[in-house]
Each structure stands twice: as structure tokens, then as C-alpha cells.
């Protein structure tokens, strides 16, 4: 399973990104996908994650009520929309596949991993 994700950008403080992350190769909709992110000097963090069917999703408390994942398994796409952006949301984000049907925080739950796609918030 190969995972591409794309959408980041520069965007000023209060803006909006779409993330977007198509899997291809030995795919199946029955797995959970998750955001991961990486801000300069920090650890990769857990963003959002979705479960397989997509009716069950879980956020950090620092993107919630900010950030909504979804998917579209017809397209084997998951997205992570960004509103209300901050300055610290700035970060390298992975998407990452998990080959179980539930979404987890942990990185280990997670198979497979997108290059990343850089987001820039300025202030």
C-alpha cells in the first residue's frame, strides 16, 4: 500500500487547508487511517484518526473543533480539513494507514505512511 498525501501550503493565520491522502496499490477500505504531524525540532504527534467505516473519528484536543477528518473509501481518500489555523499548527503532516478497522493515537498501530505534505501557518 502506497500512501500520497497533498494539499499543504502557506496560509496566513486564520485560514483554511484541505490535506488529502489516496492510497494505492493492495488497498482496502477496511482500514483506519490517521493524521500524524511533525513541527520543527518536536516529535510527530497524533493529529486525527478515522476508523473504517469512517462513523468514528478522534481528534487531539489541540485540533478539535478546528480540524474534521473524513474519508471516501470509494476513492480510497482520506482528508483532513484545517480551519481556523494557527501559527502552531505548523508542521510536516503524514497520513498513515492502519491494517486494523479501528483508528488508534498510537504510531505503532499504524503500517503504512505517507511522504508528508508541508503546511505553513504565518502569523
Known amino acids: 500500500v502506497q500512501l500520497q498525501a497533498s494539499g499543504g501550503g502557506l496560509v496566513q493565520a486564520g485560514g483554511s487547508l484541505r490535506l488529502s491522502c489516496a492510497a494505492s496499490g493492495r488497498t482496502s477500505s477496511s482500514n483506519a487511517m490517521g493524521w500524524f504531524r511533525q513541527a520543527p525540532g518536536k516529535e510527530r504527534e497524533f493529529v486525527a484518526a478515522t476508523t473504517r467505516s469512517g462513523g468514528s473519528t478522534d481528534y487531539a484536543d489541540s485540533v478539535k473543533g478546528r480540524f474534521t477528518i473524513s474519508r471516501d473509501n470509494a476513492k480510497n481518500t482520506v482528508y483532513l480539513q484545517m480551519n481556523s489555523l494557527k501559527p502552531e499548527d505548523t508542521a510536516v503532516y503524514y497520513c498513515?494507514?492502519?491494517?486494523?478497522?479501528?483508528?488508534?493515537?498510537?504510531?505503532?498501530?499504524?503500517?503504512?505512511w505517507g511522504q508528508g505534505t508541508q503546511v505553513t501557518v504565518s502569523s
Open positions: 498513515a494507514g492502519s491494517n486494523t478497522p479501528w483508528g488508534s493515537r498510537v504510531e505503532s498501530a499504524y503500517k503504512y
